[in-house]
Nanobody, 119 residues
């Protein structure tokens, strides 16, 4: 139904920046919102950020504290997560997700892209 492919992960030093991309295809527009989640081995999935395709609503996890910015390119079915001020605690596998707002809820996740922050 919906295919999500992430890219942009990698190794970065603490304090550095990284931009993740997510390409959505398939029946993407049956969902009005996209999000980013992250997960480390042995822990549950953690919400990072979400945005509507129209860009009129955004929501962030409490830990973000202004360091990350989510954006959406509705015309090209792309979602981005600009991350700055990275620290080793941000090391995780980051996945994008398709879902809805009001309330935020997500049904499809991509395979993920690994982000590793070295100290």
């Amino acid at each position: 139904q919906v295919q999500l492919v992430e890219s942009g992960g990698g190794l970065v030093q603490a304090g550095g920046s990284l931009r993740l991309s997510c390409r959505a295809s398939g029946r993407t527009k049956i969902y009005n919102a996209m999000g980013w989640f992250r997960q480390v081995p042995g822990k549950g999935r953690e919400f990072v950020a979400a945005i509507t395709w129209r860009g009129d609503k955004t929501h962030y996890g409490d830990f973000v504290k202004g360091r990350f910015t989510i954006s959406a390119d509705n015309a090209n079915n792309m979602v981005y997560l600009q991350m700055s001020g990275l620290n080793p605690d941000d090391t995780a596998d980051y996945s994008c997700a398709a879902g809805r707002s009001d309330p935020w809820a997500f049904d499809y996740w991509g395979q993920g892209t690994q982000v590793t922050v070295s100290s």
